[in-house]
């Protein structure tokens, strides 16, 4: 009997018993006293990796993600961000509700900002507009497929950011994929960046949080603004060793993720529905304009053979590899999509073909690295 395909995110993943052991073993304490002494260590090792001072372990990133930007930015400020920035779409209107800051959106090729835009965007400092205070990225960015923004970009955004006086955030919810998809060293995102945000419950596979990362200054900001959103934690440790079990075991085995994701994208290339080149890492969205699917019914058509997505928008589907996505199972989501594509009419009932022949599972060339530090 097949396994059902679990490709709507990489949030769904499960503990692994390595990591369960870690969180079973973990030293607490009371981390609203910044008395957990796992928590701490894993704060320390993720502000090591990107050569900054300070960091601290959130819940989310999500909330990481508004208490960086409330700890710099005041009420009124403005943001510019790019039009698919989760920062926009996935937060409830957090920005606004909660730390009161206004978003000016902007969108460029593939849905990644560049630093031609933001000089367009940028709001000057007059009695009567809105100057803008921060420019913010999502490295990598989701809803345009986990798209990797060059490094030579960020230096551009970061000349943009310096020479207009305001911070350079970055929403990095996905960063460790960039990092290795391109090999650019996290020190150097590190220095580009006034804050940066991680997940870990992502690609990383942790069971929840994330942590906001800058200087002290920020950071003890960011610790205030965490007790008034609620996200104060006691004995934290649990999920900090679980965080911790990851940065060591799931980080070296992201390019598996990135593999499968290019070769679920040759396979699909036949059909007019994907683009290789712009798999970048984990993610894979589905262009079904061309054919007579919409995507909810595409979506609902796969999860009856078994296979999870996600509908981005009327048209396309995002389909996400991650730790529990192994090669038999890739090839289950593979031969049931073709089959969909194939069989064109939603109306028809889906007949299992052959088995797929992309069965090859080679490394991926690295082409995307720009830059070294």
């Given amino acids: 009997m097949n396994s059902i395909v679990d490709l709507r995110s990489d949030t769904v993943t499960q503990p692994t018993d390595g990591m369960r052991a870690a969180m079973a073993a973990a030293v607490?304490?009371?981390?609203?006293?910044?008395?957990?002494?796992?928590?701490?260590?894993?704060?320390?090792?993720?502000?090591?990796?990107?050569?900054?001072?300070?960091?601290?372990?959130?819940?989310?990133?999500?909330?990481?993600n508004l208490a960086g930007l409330m700890a710099l930015l005041n009420r009124g400020d403005e943001l510019i961000c790019a039009t698919t920035a989760e920062l926009v779409t996935h937060a409830h209107g957090a920005l606004a509700a909660i730390g009161g800051i206004s978003a000016r959106t902007g969108q460029a090729v593939n849905g990644l900002l560049d630093a031609r835009t933001v000089t367009s965007l940028l709001g000057r400092s007059e009695f009567y507009t809105n100057p803008t205070a921060a420019i913010a990225v999502e490295q990598t960015a989701n809803r345009v497929g986990g798209l990797v923004y060059p490094l030579d970009e960020l230096i551009a955004l970061h000349g943009v950011a310096t020479a207009a006086g305001i911070p350079l955030i970055c929403d990095g919810a996905r960063i460790w994929n960039a990092h290795t998809a391109t090999g650019v060293p996290l020190t150097q995102y590190g220095r580009l960046f006034n804050v940066i945000s991680v997940s870990l419950a992502k690609g990383l596979g942790a069971p929840m949080g994330g942590l906001v990362i800058g200087s002290t200054d920020v950071v003890q900001r960011a610790r205030k603004i965490r007790k008034q959103l609620g996200g104060a934690m006691r004995q934290a440790g649990i999920m900090a060793a679980a965080a911790r079990y990851a940065l060591e075991h799931h980080l070296p085995r992201l390019h598996d993720d990135h593999r499968r994701a290019a070769v679920l994208a040759a396979a699909l290339t036949p059909y007019g529905v994907a683009d290789p080149a712009q798999v970048h890492t984990n993610m894979l969205v589905l262009e079904l304009r061309g054919t007579t699917w919409k995507a909810g019914e595409f979506v609902a058509a796969a999860a009856t053979q078994g296979v999870l997505c996600c509908a981005l928008s009327a048209d396309q589907v995002r389909l996400v590899t991650h730790l529990n996505v192994t090669d038999d199972l890739l090839g289950q989501a593979i031969d049931v999509i073709v089959g969909l594509l194939r069989h064109r009419e939603p109306g028809r009932p889906f007949r299992r073909g052959r088995p797929h022949q992309h069965r090859v599972f080679p490394e991926p060339a690295r082409s995307l690295h720009a830059g070294s530090s």
């Fill in 28 to 64: 607490v304490g009371d981390d609203g006293f910044d008395e957990d002494p796992t928590a701490q260590a894993l704060q320390r090792d993720v502000a090591t990796l990107f050569g900054r001072q300070a960091a601290l372990f959130m819940p989310s990133c999500t909330m990481a």
